[in-house]
């Protein structure tokens, strides 16, 4: 039974066993790490300093932590915010107070920096300016959003990206021909559909695409010297997998703007292709119905007003018929509002008045504009003088004002040349010169 449980203690996953021991052994991350590289560069000269590595999971953040403190010689102490409270933080600072009385630096990894609050992260201030500890954190969000400004302002930030397919092709050799850490004693065959399902399951995440291939070598017949991995195996282990997608998370919002961005530009194959990314890995389809209607009225406005019925026809089949004929109904309203007319002068209108009002809000009605329904109001001349316009040519009464005199007659909603604000824009051009008696 101590057999067992030492075994149990002492197992590591393929992903953790297959972490890369040096420089060299790392993989992704050129942008920062190739020759030349301003991160490579501190390394090799050893001006190590503190950073925030910033990415998505299976990226490498917690790998490229480690290789620092190797290539630097710096003792490395981990902790993580989801687990740690200030009593391990506390430690973990006292240990390295001990290291730096012998001369030793610090490297101190704080993984999921993010989910540390403000007074938790401002404890790790004055051991970062003192220089007991080279700060490392590691977050999955934007720093920009996530962390305070103190401890940004002393830490680089760097953004690592998704591991690319050949970075990731460069794992599945070294794992299945490593004899001490990988799986090389199976002498498993790997067919080349079935390294491109994985490959392509993957998602850019080395943690990931390791565990898969972990399971699936579990799968197949070890005893079998030189088993052979098909596209069928590695479909038994990714199933109908889901995609990553963090509804809290910067891919989100990344997503959501390549909607609204590829939208706006009159793309409908594009929007299509982000809404169907969205929905595909868990989105909510109400959440994308009711940004639909936002970008009717942002993006499009009067330039054609059906756009906003539309929106607001998918939000409602959504509601009632759920999924799949609901999201049929959104595909339709992202087709259709990305092939309409675009015209943001409605929204810049409403900016640019909700600003008006914020900078000057007191002014008081017109007089001619109140309404007067008691005998008390209309002696006091509340809405004399006011011009009922359907009794006027045209139902238009020239000439009359209706901004409080101290503001002027503000001109801020500007039709654009495009869709039915043309005849909008016209319409309003030729009220105007009846304003001025033209």
């Not at 890369?20 to 991160?39: C, D, F, R, V």
């Not at 399951?201 to 943690?207: A, K, T, Y």
């Not at 199933?239 to 910067?250: A, E, P």
Request: net charge negative; glycine share 6%; aromatic share 8%.
């Amino acid at each position: 039974m101590a057999d067992l449980f030492s075994q149990v203690e002492s197992y590591q996953p393929l992903a953790a066993r297959m972490r890369p021991t040096s420089l060299s052994e790392y993989a992704g991350q050129t942008h920062l790490l190739a020759e030349g590289k301003p991160l490579r560069k501190a390394l090799q000269q050893d001006l190590i300093h503190s950073m925030i590595l910033w990415g998505p999971p299976g990226v490498g953040k917690t790998s490229l932590a480690q290789v620092i403190a190797q290539e630097t010689q710096a003792q490395f102490i981990s902790v993580s915010a989801i687990l740690s409270g200030v009593k391990d933080i506390r430690q973990a600072i006292d240990q390295a107070t001990q290291f730096k009385t012998t001369g030793q630096r610090t490297l101190l990894f704080v993984d999921e920096v993010h989910r540390f609050n403000k007074a938790q992260q401002d404890a790790f201030l004055p051991y970062i300016e003192d220089g007991t500890v080279i700060f490392v954190g590691a977050t999955t969000e934007n720093p920009s959003f996530e962390l305070n400004n103190a401890l940004l302002s002393r830490c680089r930030v760097y953004k690592l990206k998704p591991l690319q397919t050949d970075e990731l092709a460069l794992l599945i050799d070294a794992a299945l021909t490593d004899d001490k850490r990988g799986l090389g004693e199976l002498k498993l065959q790997l067919e080349p559909d079935a390294r491109e399902l994985l490959l392509q399951s993957s998602n850019g995440d080395s943690r990931q695409l390791l565990n898969y291939l972990e399971i699936i070598a579990d799968t197949v017949d070890a005893q079998e010297e030189g088993a052979r991995i098909t596209a069928d195996h590695v479909k038994e282990v990714i199933g109908d997998r889901v995609r990553h997608f963090d509804k809290g998370g910067d891919l989100f919002y990344e997503q959501i703007s390549a909607l609204h961005k590829s939208l706006r530009g009159s793309n409908p194959d594009a929007a299509l292709y982000w809404c169907c990314r969205m929905l595909d890995a868990g989105c909510d389809p109400l959440y994308v119905a009711r940004r639909l209607v936002r970008m009717a009225s942002e993006d499009i406005g009067n330039a054609d007003p059906r756009a906003l019925q539309i929106a607001l026809n998918a939000w409602d089949v959504q509601h009632r018929l759920g999924s799949p004929e609901g999201e049929l109904a959104i595909a339709q309203a992202v087709l259709y509002l990305a092939s309409a007319p675009k015209s943001n002068a409605a929204y810049m209108a409403y900016k640019k008045m909700r600003q008006v009002v914020a900078e000057d809000p007191g002014h008081d009605v017109p007089v001619h504009l109140r309404n007067a329904p008691t005998k008390l109001m209309k002696e006091i001349g509340y809405g004399e003088a006011y011009r009922y316009s359907h009794d006027e040519p045209d139902a238009y009464s020239a000439g009359q004002t209706y901004f409080p005199p101290e503001v002027g007659e503000l001109e801020v909603y500007q039709p654009v040349e495009r869709g039915l604000e043309i005849q909008i824009g016209k319409k309003l051009a030729h009220l105007r010169e009846l304003n001025h008696g033209n």
